[in-house]
C-alpha cells in the first residue's frame, strides 16, 4: 500500500519562507512524477509544482513561479517544496502525490496517489 506522509506546514507571516516534505513509502515501483497541489477552503484543488522522478524536469503554476522550488532525493523516497515570499493568498491545504506514468502532470486526473495534506496558513 502506497502511502504519502506530508509534514511542515505551519502559520506564516507574508513574505516568510516554509518548506514542506513528503515522505513515500510501500511499492511505488515505476513513479513517473511527483508533484504538490494546495486547496484553498470553498476552491477546487490547484496544481502548484510537479517534478519527475528520473530527469528532475520541473513544472510550476503560474501563481508560484519564481518564488517555490520543488526537489527530490530518491534515495529517502522524499520530495520537498520551499516556498519563499509566502503571500496570503497561498493559504491552503497543501497535497502531495504521485503519478505513475512518465512525463510531468498538470490536472487531479493526471496523478494516482495522495497524502492527507499539510495547512499552510498565511497572514498579511
Known amino acids: 500500500q502506497v502511502q504519502l506522509v506530508e509534514s511542515g506546514g505551519g502559520l506564516v507571516q507574508a513574505g516568510d519562507s516554509l518548506g514542506l516534505s513528503c515522505l513515500v513509502s510501500?511499492?511505488?515501483?515505476?513513479?513517473?512524477?511527483m508533484g504538490w497541489f494546495r486547496q484553498a477552503p470553498g476552491k477546487e484543488r490547484e496544481f502548484v509544482a510537479a517534478?519527475?522522478?528520473?530527469?528532475?524536469?520541473?513544472n510550476y503554476a503560474d501563481s508560484v513561479k519564481g518564488r517555490f522550488t520543488i526537489s527530490k532525493d530518491n534515495a529517502k523516497s522524499t520530495v520537498y517544496l520551499q516556498m519563499n515570499r509566502l503571500k496570503p493568498e497561498d493559504t491552503a491545504v497543501y497535497y502531495c502525490t504521485i503519478r505513475r506514468e512518465t512525463g510531468l502532470g498538470i490536472t487531479v486526473g493526471d496523478f494516482d496517489y495522495w497524502g492527507r495534506g499539510t495547512q499552510v496558513t498565511g497572514s498579511s
Open positions: 517534478i519527475t522522478w528520473r530527469s528532475g524536469n520541473t
Open positions: 510501500g511499492p511505488i515501483g515505476s513513479t513517473g512524477a
